[in-house]
């Protein structure tokens, strides 16, 4: 499943140019996930993909637990959309 989860800064000031964020928050997501930063300014995107029998759902679940993690407590999950699929069916927001 390939996956595009999209974080936001729930308070504060708005972010900067560094990407020192999006790198934190890769890192917090579980390491059998293959990750790419797509966007590190402003609202961070990331996108997963597993091999996995894994659901959009547990794949949300997942990373609002990380974004629990004190260093990033300051970001939420905005989005996750699913690109692709395998036998899960078509593509579509994640509720």
Known sequence: MLVELT?????GEPVGGSPVDGIRILALLPERWRKDLRQATGDVVIRVH???DVTGAQIRAEAVEALTDPAIS??????CHVL???????G????
């Not at 692709?84 to 078509?90: F, K, L």
Request: hydrophobic residues 30%.
């Open 7 to 11: 974080m936001r800064r729930t308070a």
């Open 50 to 52: 597993t091999d996995e």
């Open 74 to 79: 300051h970001w939420e999950l905005a989005d």
């Open 84 to 90: 692709t699929v395998g036998r899960h069916g078509p």
């Open 92 to 95: 579509k927001d994640v509720p």
